[in-house]
């Protein structure tokens, strides 16, 4: 079933050990919409400028991927300068330069409407809200968001928690957004604030589901679950590896029948899958050339280097 | 089959955020006796000064473990004062009184010699080399390091690693010890500088065991195997976590009659749930109240969570 997806589309200029790279085509929606395209339907709102160019497009579309929200604005594109030059596991932020991303109204296609599934991807909560009011129809509300959000804006991500199913943030967005830091009380004092489930990502290390009788039909018998990583040999850019995760993650819950826990602990070990692809080359490249049967190789592999 | 383990047995000074503990029973070969003695005999060498009472043997005797090997020395045991009150997952050294620990020249018992595993826990590679070679017999070798060792006596402690059948370091150390950044390429330089199979700690995320070709007798199919933790709502006091997943490891390994993958992998279970253990008092006090059935009931928990 079909995956509605807003957040951004940009351009991201990097360094990392590996080398540099300008311009090469990111965004949170971007690398969400491609992870979970091996999966389900999925269609995309957002908003570029006069430098996203068909070849840009067609990076999407080439994997069925519904362009038809994304909206053209005069001026450029969101472009991101960041580096990992120090730390690989640390972005370090160079410039933002919003464009034409700082006006975004997300207009929902009237051919999306029927979406079953929402992703907020990280955006202005206030934006999250609005979309999410669109689209009052869905089955599953799943999101993200960010430190920035959290500390200045916390009373607009609040509203947009209460109505979340799930929420994809790594530690140390739970830590900030609990005041606590202990992983399992964090996890529990975020989960009050309104979130049916709670994924929190650990980079190199791996993600934790957190669920509560509120997640499923059933109440869960069990209350987390740990998905691994793939032990990688080389890590070229890790830009996008966690709106990746939500991709694979997300676009594997959308094309089953129903979630259930199973369904879930699934759709992390694809979550892991797909970062450890998306972190494999600059921007978007890797994803780009992955094909399902080297995906479900991995998922394999996680299997075997995780199981008794 | 017992295990022999050499190491220090000390008092520590702790403050966490949980509180403040005053010369609380510690050290290394202590607490992985502890967590090995739920499996297998345990036999200690080491070096207490006349501070160690008959109540802080008794602490080991009460489980079995054989403290024949335990030598009084005139003066004060080795005592360490920590804090972990600004990060619970790096402890901050405030004090280290070597006092015995400083002359100690381990002295293995004739009762000892028959011991067929042998844990050098982290001290001085000179006094791990002596201790090995003493013991030429035993069916496998495992030990554990720190970054002083790795950083000041780097060539002492490259002839103990080549002697190694397992090493049991954390992330850092793998850093420190292969100068590489990279996990998966770091595992693999610390490898080829000896150990047959190396277990890096990630503390409070779980574990990751590399295997080589020489790992078990066939060549193992699964080059890594992933353990994660326990969610954990209160972590008091991490000191000994560390030690105790490595006596939780090797305690089952010897309890098995040959070294499997499979063996391997369920003993990198164990060490996650007795180092789970370790922290939720301070010093030796939940190991010293923990059952086996307490240990089964996380062991399955534990794959409860973290298989599909």
Redesign the interface.
């Known amino acids: 079933m079909a995956i509605l997806v807003v957040g951004s589309v940009a351009f991201d200029s990097l360094e990392t050990?590996s080398g540099k790279r300008e311009r090469v085509l990111g965004g949170a929606a971007t690398h969400f919409a491609l992870a979970a395209s091996f999966f389900t339907e999925v269609r995309v709102v957002g908003v570029v400028g006069e430098d996203f160019l068909p070849e840009h497009e067609a990076v999407l579309t080439s994997k069925g991927i519904d362009t038809a929200g994304i909206e053209r604005a005069p001026g450029k594109s969101f472009h991101w300068t960041g580096s990992y030059v120090n730390d690989?596991n640390a972005a370090q932020t160079l410039a933002t330069d919003l464009n034409v991303f700082a006006e975004f109204e997300p207009k929902i296609p009237a051919s999306y409407l029927d979406s079953e599934y929402l992703f907020l991807a990280n955006i202005d909560p206030v934006l999250q809200s609005r979309v999410r009011a669109q689209m009052p129809q869905v089955k599953m509300v799943a999101g993200d968001t960010m430190n920035y959000w959290i500390g200045a804006h916390r009373d607009n991500l609040l509203k947009v928690l209460r109505e979340l199913d799930v929420l994809l943030i790594n530690d140390a967005e739970v830590r900030m957004l609990s005041g606590e830091?202990?992983?399992?009380?964090a996890?529990e004092k975020v989960m009050d604030l309104g979130p049916k489930s709670l994924v929190v990502k650990?980079g190199?290390?791996?993600s934790?589901a957190?669920l509560s009788s509120r997640s499923f039909t059933d109440s869960p018998?069990?209350?987390?679950?740990?998905?691994?990583t793939l032990?990688?040999?080389?890590?070229v850019d890790p830009t996008g590896a966690g709106d990746s995760f939500a991709g694979g993650f997300y676009g594997y819950i959308a094309s089953q029948p129903t979630l259930t826990p199973?369904v879930l602990?699934?759709a992390m070990?694809y979550g892991s899958v797909l970062g450890s692809f998306a972190v494999e080359r600059f921007g978007t490249e890797r994803l780009q050339s992955t094909t399902r049967a080297e995906i479900d190789e991995r998922f394999q592999h996680l299997?075997?280097?995780?199981?008794?």
């Open positions: 050990p690989l830091s202990n992983g399992l009380r996890a650990h190199e290390y791996g934790t957190y018998k069990r209350k987390a679950f740990r998905a691994p032990p990688l040999g080389e890590v199973e602990r699934k070990f299997k075997e280097i995780s199981h008794l």
